[in-house]
């Protein structure tokens, strides 16, 4: 299933023009940061080289000028960001979800900084209200040195939770895990936390719970309560 998609148009290899454009974009971010907000994350994750250390208080710059809607004069970064596509070659990445698993998909074949480039510009083509969170998403992805899979979409999302199901509607995953009735409303705190415990005495390999997988079992459970409990703030 297309949870995602971006597409980047670049200058090709070994011409002399620098230029970025944008094409097609599948972006969902409502939650934000959404899965739109993901795959914009991993794109810079996935492409951030570390001989470019001397661009990159300029790219947290360009990410801050974007957040705010600032009109970003061009050229930047040593490349033009432009409407017209004529020309350019296309470097299409995704975010597809298979079953409760998520797999980014990324086709580059332009430069690193071009495809970092596209993805902060479009960034730019989200609403205001989930584009500050996903500013934060692109800030974090920046620093990320780790391998773009799951842990990558923890972090991005500030979550342990990392299922297809737990980021498509987190407070849907969080009352099914701690075992509320289907289409139950906002639970009480003390209904959450009485229903945290139960589901860890189930789980917990001191009370008979299975030591196989215990230790994720307990951190999903963690943070439904903790999804939960963020409702009422």
Do not use: C
């Amino acid at each position: 299933m297309l949870l995602a998609e971006l597409e980047v148009w670049h200058s090709r290899p070994f011409t002399p023009t620098r230029r970025v454009s944008l094409g097609h974009l599948v972006l969902p971010s409502d939650p934000a940061p959404g899965f739109g907000g993901l795959l914009l994350g991993a794109v810079v994750a996935a492409h951030m080289d570390p001989a470019d250390d001397d661009l990159w208080p300029d790219i947290h710059r360009l990410i801050d000028q974007v957040d705010r809607g600032d009109n970003v004069v061009q050229p930047r970064l040593r490349h033009r960001f432009q409407v017209d596509r004529l020309g350019l070659a296309r470097s299409t990445h995704r975010l597809i979800g298979e079953g409760e698993d998520l797999k980014f998909e990324f086709d580059s074949h332009g430069n690193k900084l071009q495809q970092v480039l596209g993805a902060i510009y479009a960034a730019e083509r989200l609403e205001e209200s989930s584009r500050h969170l996903v500013a934060e998403v692109l800030h974090t992805a920046m620093r990320w040195t780790g391998p773009i899979g799951p842990d990558l979409v923890a972090r991005l999302v500030g979550s342990r939770a990392k299922s297809f199901k737990s980021l498509a509607d987190p407070r849907a995953w969080a009352l099914d895990l701690l075992g509320f009735p289907e289409g139950s409303k906002k639970p009480s705190k003390r209904d959450v936390t009485v229903r945290f415990r139960g589901q860890l005495m189930v789980v917990h390999p001191d009370h008979g719970g299975s030591e196989v997988g215990a230790s994720a079992a307990i951190g999903d459970l963690g943070e439904a309560r903790r999804i939960l409990l963020a409702w009422h703030e």
